[in-house]
């Protein structure tokens, strides 16, 4: 079992789990993902045009996100967000433009190379077969492991310190498919993380989940992006960009209406206008004595 794998990986395991639950989780665990310094760029996508067939959806699209960012394309369904995502990713070709990592096509990287830059987290996953929760979570190891390898003992104990991070790793004998949706989604994160990416992607991550994990993950992927990993995330909710992100890129018909931070460029008008409802934004006053600005409907 990939749980007694794991913690045959000796003490160094026991002693990241001590210093994740002892509240130095960010700083113990960082070293079981390369996490680069903030600023640089890592991504960057150049006047991309793309879409299906002969159908352009995305029109001449530019941005880049640098390393240690939190960005959200947010915008209504059928705006263009996860065409966007899939050309970033690679997988499919666009009509003009480019995309980028370090300065390197995505279309020229093999399999191997993208999977070690990118971790992909969908809006749900279910897997055809009950594997357990460390299983699942050392699945993000495949980038590294060769056809004919088995996975190391670093390799466990990267998976290991990623749902320590999470708050999971007591899940990790479970049934992944026998988990509630925001149990499963943290887990697909910690997958992500395990890859060791240079880049994490999430297409509404939290699409399916109620309130209550809607806010476990995000809050969680906030904190991770303060260790320095970089996060590109789609949503249709205003609240997530509020919520998470440090920059923000507002679409609309597949083309980019606005960017910048999240209170200067969700203003009532821009969300308006991408939404067609009419709202208020507001900054809200907590009982913790903090800030914070939510979109109100009207």
């Not at 991070?165 to 997958?191: C, F, N, W």
Request: glycine fraction near 10%; proline fraction near 4%.
């Amino acid at each position: 079992m990939a749980l007694e794998a794991m913690e045959k990986g000796g003490a160094a395991a026991a002693v990241d789990r001590g210093a994740v639950a002892g509240g130095a989780g960010a700083s113990a665990a960082a070293s079981a993902w390369r996490v680069h310094e903030s600023g640089g760029s890592l991504l960057k996508v150049h006047d991309l045009h793309c879409g299906y067939g002969r159908k352009e959806i995305v029109h001449g699209v530019s941005f880049d996100v640098a390393r240690g960012d939190f960005v959200c394309v947010i915008g209504a369904n059928g705006c263009g967000k996860t065409t966007l995502l899939k050309n970033i990713l690679g997988l499919i070709k666009p009509l003009s433009g480019e995309v980028t990592m370090e300065g390197k096509s995505v279309l020229h990287l093999t399999d191997r190379e993208r999977a070690q830059m990118f971790a992909y987290i969908p809006q749900a996953h279910t897997p055809p077969f009950p594997f357990s929760v460390a299983d699942v979570v050392l699945m993000g190891r495949t980038p590294y492991v060769g056809r004919m390898s088995r996975t190391t003992p670093e390799d466990r104990r990267i998976a290991w310190r990623a749902m320590c991070l999470l708050g999971i790793d007591h899940l990790a004998q479970r049934t992944y498919t026998k988990l509630s949706g925001g149990q499963q989604q943290l887990i697909l994160v910690a997958r992500a993380l395990t890859q060791q990416p240079d880049l994490i992607i999430m297409d509404e991550p939290t699409a399916s989940l109620d309130f209550g994990n809607q806010q476990i993950v995000l809050s969680r992927m906030k904190d991770l992006a303060k260790t320095g990993v970089s996060v590109l995330m789609v949503t249709h909710d205003p609240y997530h960009a509020f919520y998470c992100a440090d920059r923000v890129i507002v679409m609309k018909d597949g083309l980019i209406g606005a960017e910048g931070a999240p209170r200067d460029v969700m203003t009532r008008e821009q969300l308006e206008d991408i939404y067609h409802t009419q709202l208020n934004v507001i900054d809200v006053e907590l009982s913790t004595g903090s800030r914070t600005t939510v979109c109100v409907p009207l």
